[in-house]
């Protein structure tokens, strides 16, 4: 299976200033056939269940606002929320979709 | 919109047995396969496997296989999560989501919490 690490496990961040975080592959989820990295990213706020951020590395979802991006290739990924909001407090988690079973990091605490 | 409505809490005692449901709505629902994920209390995501929903072929992630059925009943849009035997480690949220174009999720219900205890 693909291990997913995540760091840090939490951060602090003031609102309006700027959040990075980062998600490391034991082995590339970068698909030579397409070119594209199979790397997703969620968001689970308090109570709730995750809801989808990013995917295929960079893709941002239907609806979310464009304060999130997702970059990095083969092994090495960052999710940055820009100008943070008060309702960004969540725990982040990154997941590779490239192989079965698709498998998460432990998550990225965000708090204010 | 697409909405997954999933059944509510339930408690149980070890050796018994649970299903949860996870209702579907807002689109096609035979066009898209649903997927299960464990979050054991204050732990992180896991993912159990997924069901064909035009079908009802089922596959299980390792570790999920024996004591855990998916199934599907598409003339009311729903699948289902049955767990027997029961073991105080299955105590956990267990949310459905919807596949699509890979396999990551863009739907979740909202999460059934299961307590296993004597």
């Known amino acids: 299976d693909i291990v997913m690490t995540q760091s840090p496990d939490s951060l602090a961040v003031s609102l309006g200033e700027r959040a990075t975080m980062n998600c490391k592959s034991s082995?590339?989820?970068?698909?030579?056939?397409?070119?594209?990295?199979?790397l997703a990213w969620y968001r689970q706020k308090p109570g709730q269940s995750p809801e989808l951020l990013i995917y295929?590395?960079?893709i941002r979802e239907s609806g979310v606002p464009d304060r999130f991006s997702g970059s990095g290739s083969g092994t090495d990924f960052t999710l940055t929320i820009s100008n943070l909001q008060a309702e960004d407090v969540a725990v982040y988690y990154c997941?590779?979709?490239?192989?079965?079973?698709?498998?998460f990091g432990r998550g990225t605490k965000v708090e204010i | 919109q697409v909405q997954l409505v999933q059944s509510g809490s339930e408690l149980k005692k070890p050796g018994a047995s649970v299903k949860v449901s996870c209702k579907a709505s807002?689109?096609?629902?035979?066009?898209?396969?649903m997927n299960w994920v464990r979050q054991a209390p204050g732990q992180g995501l896991e993912w159990m496997g997924w069901?064909?929903?035009?079908?009802?072929?089922?596959g299980y992630a390792q570790g999920f296989t024996g004591r855990f059925v998916f199934s599907v009943d598409t003339s009311v849009s729903t699948t289902y999560l049955q767990i027997t035997s029961l073991e105080p480690e299955d105590s956990a949220v267990y949310y459905c989501?919807?596949?699509?174009?890979?396999?990551?999720?863009?739907?979740w219900g909202q999460g059934t919490r299961v307590a296993v205890s004597s």
């Open positions: 989501a919807r596949g699509g174009i890979g396999w990551f999720w863009d739907s």
């Open positions: 807002g689109y096609n629902f035979n066009n898209y396969d």
């Open positions: 069901i064909q929903t035009s079908s009802g072929n089922p």
């Open positions: 082995q590339s989820v970068l698909s030579r056939s397409n070119n594209k990295n199979y």
């Open positions: 295929w590395a960079v």
């Open positions: 997941q590779q979709h490239l192989s079965t079973p698709p498998t």
